[in-house]
């Protein structure tokens, strides 16, 4: 796109040069100082725009990496100060990034490299020099030579703005540029923000003590965005829930997790593509997708839940015990964890109902499990199992008829 950029320039009534240059190189970037200023007149403004952008946790981020990312950005720009170190010029400008300004997951080098360069404009600017670092959000970078731009940045725009961040319309930024220079500022911050949802999002992990300094965030940190009610309402499904025994109950808020989750993962509302017992970050969960998953269970319950349901209670399992616990709380939710676990384990059964097989595998688990269980001084009262001494869980498909008195003996005959 240079050359048609150098026309719209030029077409502006400016002339644009191209020169070049490793940046990172700071005797390669003065020789085309040297050479720029040779051919025409002084330089009296510099924009740092170079980046390396590679992406990725720092814990993830190999030594060679970091380099790399450093190297344009800090090291290019430590240079530029570097070669006009002795001059105030009328705008010195670095392009820095949100990611350095208030964080971002997966940006750890990036990140750090841009914060370095609002650090470096405060040095700058402590040396009586001119010195604006623009940590700027996501630009909608609009251009008329490549034709995939635009469907791009449809794209782009959706996934950011569903982080709270639409794309920095192009024209704002400029303005806001223009002011940051006019007013002689040191470290910016511009972004489009949807406050709403990127607070959310943002303070889910901790709080940020920089968000609570910002009105707008402020506000949505007090007030959060109350989802909207489902189609078909908190008290739809209160209605529904009424007519219900506890197993039904337990089934009907699993399978409105699961649809839910299966939704927000783009599965459409096909409930059994979501795993019961699997783990929500197993199945490609993050921020973004536990906050939707949140406002969608809050609109169809009518409760206030917290943005970090998902990562609480981890499974559609125990998410939908907890969405029991709060909506009927006199079930056996209140009880101790081994009866919520075995009201899950009745809610999975009821889900997808075993196979003839497994249904005898598991009543001889459960058999064997109650014999056991009533050896270690189990159920107070003794009632199905009985309390004797057995040693050793009864295999019943497999036991003689010896071992199957005996069994009965025991269970009988409390001595
Ligand atoms: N785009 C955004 O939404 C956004 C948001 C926040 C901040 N920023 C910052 O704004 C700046 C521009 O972003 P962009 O999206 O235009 O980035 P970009 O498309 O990746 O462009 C970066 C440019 O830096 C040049 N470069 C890399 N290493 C260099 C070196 N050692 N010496 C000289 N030039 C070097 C690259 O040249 P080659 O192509 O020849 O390698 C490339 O032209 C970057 O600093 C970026 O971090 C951008």
Request: aromatic content about 6%.
């Amino acid at each position: 796109g240079a050359p048609q950029l150098a026309a719209a320039i030029e077409e502006l009534g400016a002339e644009a040069v191209f020169a070049a240059c490793d940046i990172a190189d700071r005797d390669a970037l003065a020789a085309v100082v040297r050479q720029v200023e040779a051919d025409g007149p002084p330089v009296t403004a510099v924009v740092h725009a170079a980046a390396h952008i590679e992406l990725g946790m720092l814990a993830d981020t190999t030594a060679g990496a970091l380099s790399e990312i450093c190297r344009a950005k800090v090291l290019g720009a430590e240079n530029l100060d570097a070669v006009f170190a002795e001059r105030d010029l009328d705008a010195f400008v670095l392009f820095s990034s949100i990611a350095g300004f208030w964080g971002s997951g997966d940006h750890g080098a990036y990140a750090a490299a841009n914060a370095h360069l609002d650090t470096l404009a405060e040095r700058r600017r402590a040396r009586g020099l001119r010195a604006s670092s623009v940590a700027w959000g996501i630009w909608d970078a609009a251009n008329d030579w490549d034709e995939r731009n635009t469907e791009m940045r449809a794209l782009k725009n959706e996934k950011s703005s569903r982080h709270g961040l639409p794309l920095l319309d192009a024209e704002q930024a400029f303005t806001a540029l223009r002011r940051i220079i006019d007013h002689d500022e040191t470290v910016v911050a511009v972004a489009d923000v949807d406050w709403d949802r990127f607070v959310a999002l943002f303070t889910m992990a901790r709080e940020s003590v920089l968000l609570t300094e910002v009105p707008e965030a402020a506000r949505a940190l007090e007030s959060p965005e109350e989802p909207a009610a489902g189609p078909d309402g908190a008290d739809g499904l209160a209605r529904r829930l009424d007519g219900l025994s506890r197993p039904e109950q337990a089934h009907l808020l699993l399978e409105l997790v699961r649809a839910q989750a299966a939704a927000v993962l783009g599965h459409g509302p096909q409930a059994e593509a979501v795993d019961p017992g699997r783990a929500f970050r197993e199945m490609g969960f993050d921020s973004l997708t536990a906050v939707e998953l949140r406002n969608r269970l809050a609109s169809a319950t009518g409760l206030k839940l917290p943005a970090t349901l998902v990562f609480d209670h981890p499974s559609p399992l125990e998410l939908a015990a907890r969405l029991r616990a709060l909506l009927l709380p006199d079930d056996d939710s209140a009880h101790p964890l081994a009866l919520l676990r075995l009201g899950d384990f009745e809610a999975a059964l009821a889900a997808s109902p075993p196979d003839p097989a497994t249904r005898q595998q598991l009543a001889r688990r459960l058999q064997g499990l109650l014999w056991s269980w009533s050896e270690e001084g189990g159920p107070a009262d003794g009632a199905a199992a009985g309390q004797g001494d057995a040693t050793a869980p009864v295999d019943v498909a497999s036991a003689s008829a010896d071992e199957l008195f005996d069994l009965i003996d025991r269970g009988l005959d409390p001595s």
